[in-house]
């Protein structure tokens, strides 16, 4: 038998390049660079704060004193509306208006601050025409003396601070049917010309009053 052909083997054929499943050499897109940010605004500087307005006050020597609260004179306190608050570091003041002719009450003083003392100085201060002086030696004290003076009638040294007492006769109310005439007689009694002539002085030692107290008050700083 002749020999049989040998069979010729089929070659495989390599794949083309670019045939799927080959990955492709193309770079992938890239994002979109990004945008530097806006910078940020300068800091600006704050505005200083306000500082608190300085109260005013009137700065007198001692021999003055007379003339600036007593009389009054150019009418300073009466035009400011307000009662005056006296500020000596030396006690001098204090002595002086004891001596002088006012209704003085030592709010660190028990005795001073007794309901019915306290009545009878402003009453009497109103009736006859004078100060009532109201002593804090060198603590504040103003509001423990409200607290007394609450004793008497609620709110009593606000209505005298704000001088509503002496609006529509309201000092009246603080009279008893059992005081002397001079209080009672309503013919004679709190004349309009006596009671134009009161008057209500804070005098303290403190260097530094509360400033609300200052602020209420027409300062005087006897130095």
Do not use: C
């Not at 209500?200 to 005087?220: H, N």
Request: charged residues 30%.
């Amino acid at each position: 038998m002749p020999p049989k052909k040998p069979v010729a083997k089929t070659g495989v054929k390599p794949k083309p390049k670019g045939a799927a499943g080959a990955s492709s050499g193309a770079k992938k897109p890239t994002g979109a660079a990004p945008v530097k940010g806006t910078p940020a605004p300068a800091t600006t500087a704050k505005e200083k704060s306000e500082e608190p307005k300085e109260i005013p006050e009137v700065k007198i020597v001692l021999k003055q004193l007379v003339d600036v609260l007593i009389k009054d004179t150019g009418d300073k306190i009466k035009e400011s509306g307000k009662w005056p608050l006296v500020i000596d570091e030396s006690d001098r003041v204090s002595t002086f208006l004891r001596y002088q002719d006012t209704n003085y009450l030592n709010a660190k003083n028990p005795g001073d601050m007794e309901p019915e003392r306290i009545r009878m100085a402003i009453i009497g201060a109103i009736r006859f025409g004078k100060p009532v002086v109201l002593d804090m030696m060198d603590s504040n004290m103003i509001n423990a003396a409200a607290d007394k003076f609450d004793v008497v009638q609620k709110g009593l040294l606000e209505s005298v601070m704000t001088k509503d007492i002496l609006v529509d006769q309201k000092y009246k109310s603080l009279v008893k049917d059992s005081d002397p005439d001079e209080y009672t007689d309503q013919s004679s009694a709190f004349n309009h010309g006596m009671v134009d002539g009161f008057g209500f002085i804070v005098i303290t030692s403190m260097a530094s009053p509360p400033p609300e107290l200052m602020q209420r008050t027409y300062v005087i700083r006897v130095q």
